[in-house]
């Protein structure tokens, strides 16, 4: 039997437009039995066309030893309190890329009122409060692959769509929709010949 490559982690992301499918489960604070206290949030984004995609976003902390939060910026990795997480300063100092980005609420004006978050934990009052089924909006998040074994004893990964960013839009259902973007790694040497179609390029060896 020939050896299984272990798949390799890769960076990938999406992007998409649609609609807010709340359901009874979409919001969750809970504390776990060892002392975990998180927020979950769970909505499907209705693309058209009989889609719905799964997304998700998760936060919380140790209640006996709360854990600092890791960014990275031009300076390299650095550190923030979980007790600090709302100093101006520090917030400042975390690149906008690091942050998690709701806007599900206008002003008097009507202008969307965005708020930015170092977890999502924070971010679920928001959320539950403001966040309504068959909302238009736009969603950013990344994709993370997860490993899991089969009744058969097989191993299959799945993919989680994890938010980074949820805000309104004023987008039209035509142009609804989500695309995915995935890093791969592949062989030295992988790839071949543009296929007959000219759409691509054909493998020769393996995706790790």
């Known amino acids: 039997m020939a050896e299984q490559k272990k798949l390799q982690k890769t960076n990938g992301r999406f992007e998409g437009v ?24 769970n909505f499907s984004l209705d693309t058209g066309n009989g889609n719905r995609v799964n997304l998700s976003a998760m936060g919380g902390f140790n209640e006996s030893n709360p854990m600092s939060l890791k960014f990275f910026n031009n300076e390299g990795m650095f550190e923030v309190d979980w007790n600090d997480r709302f100093n101006e300063a520090v917030l400042k100092a975390v690149p906008n890329y690091s ?46 692959p997860q490993e899991f074994t089969s009744n058969d004893g097989s191993t299959n990964v799945s993919i989680q769509k994890d938010l980074t960013s949820i805000y309104l839009t004023e987008a039209e259902e035509d142009e609804f929709g989500i695309h995915f973007v995935q890093g791969v790694v592949i062989e030295r040497d992988g790839i071949g010949k543009v296929d007959e179609k000219g759409r691509g390029w054909e493998l020769d060896k393996d995706i790790l």
């Open 18 to 41: 649609g609609k807010v499918v709340l359901n009874e489960n979409s919001f969750k604070l809970a504390k776990s039995d060892s002392g975990y206290v998180y927020a979950r949030i």
């Open 99 to 144: 942050k998690f980005t709701v806007g599900v609420q206008k002003d008097d004006s009507g202008k969307v009122v965005y708020s930015n978050y170092l977890s999502w934990y924070d971010a679920v009052d928001e959320l539950q409060e403001y966040l309504k089924d068959g909302m238009i909006v736009k969603v950013k998040g990344n994709l993370k």
